[in-house]
């Protein structure tokens, strides 16, 4: 959420920024609503202090009288302040952050490549794509996944579990060893968490729900940005720095293009995610080291990525800024997210209203908040496939994942 404040003083500056990501934008009515609540507090105000008054001398009949109307008159405004108060709350939630100077305007095709690892993988031997190799070892069951679920859904079995749980095992193991905090929260959370992550009201579709309205989490940034909601943190403990499991449940699957076969994009998904409750001036170092993080596990796995520094269209609507983790699909020849590093800067603070006590200032300030996959495993075990397939159909399994597991190749 933008800090009304700001979208008064700095009207020109959001309207720009705002407009790298969207088509238009309405201010003046933000600000109109805005002039209305101030002037309907006001009149609530003064009547309550008239009726202070009054409630303070010896009734009589005239002052009864005019007690019962002040009573009436400041019910009527008071109801429609609180209309004021949710249409006004209601737009503010509706409207994206404001992107960073540096973030460029446009949409997916301004993206631009910002560090690349390794050579695409060339194969002397015709290769096979990740439904095959999984079909032919027996790692993924397509079939009995949908006769059970439906599609967009699958099975891990037998070696391809392993491999799975060796995956989210090496992920986790790095996380912890950098001074990240482990969790595992609840996969079902309410709507006030829903509107605090940002994925209320706009995304509410993306979301599947229960019928005691409660959804089940699209992504682990959902639970942990709601773990400190309503908080006044310690500023000496900051930052904080979170890392959780969790599978990822999301509607959008359903796509038939070649580049989301498999297990590309689906209903459910495994996925560890870092977060980081951080100050201001510390914003920068965390994304740039969460970032990092992400480039070094797949770094470790030794497979092909690039990394994109997103345009500002591209970028979820909470975040200021992003950079894609972008892995390599042979048989697709395309790359695909394994990981969004993001800052929201204080947008969802003011969302789930998480502040600090500052000691400078002796204020309570919003805190910034980051994230991260690290990683998701439904883009990395196809990638790890094709880029490790030998020509004997066999997969190669990469050296840091040897301790996770009882066999080094799976053929």
Known sequence: MLDIKRIREQKNEVEEALLK????????????????????????????????????????EEIIFKMKNLGEELKELEEKLKNVEIELNEKLLELPNTPLDEVISGGKENNKVVYTYSKKPEFKFE????????????????ERA?????????????????????????????????????MIPPFLLNEASAYASGHLPKFGEDLFWTQDKLCLNATSEMMINNYHRDEILDESKLPLKYFAYSACFRREAGSYRAEERGMIRGHQFNKIEMFQFV??????RAFDEMLSHARKLLEGLGLHFQISALAAGDCSDAMAKTYDVEIWIPSMKIYKEVSSASLALDYQARRSNIRYKNKETDRNEFVYTLNASGLATSRVFPA?????????????IPKVL??????????
């Open 279 to 284: 100050k201001k001036e510390d914003s920068s």
């Open 146 to 182: 949908v006769k059970m679920s439906g599609s967009g859904f699958w099975c891990y079995t037998d070696k391809g579990a392993m491999l799975e749980w060796a995956l989210l095992n090496y992920f986790k193991d790095y996380h912890y060893k950098n001074g990240y905090k482990f």
């Open 384 to 396: 790890l496939l094709e880029q490790c397939q030998r020509s004997d159909g066999s997969i190669k």
């Open 402 to 411: 040897h301790k996770y597991l009882p066999f080094k190749e799976i053929k």
């Open 127 to 142: 290769t096979k794509d990740h439904i095959e190799l999984c079909k032919n070892l027996g790692l993924i069951d397509y």
């Open 21 to 60: 990501r969207m088509d238009k934008v309405d201010l003046d009515s933000i600000i109109f609503l805005d002039d209305k609540r101030k002037e309907l507090v006001t009149k609530t105000d003064d009547l309550k202090a008239e009726k202070n008054k009054y409630s303070k001398t010896k009734p009589s």
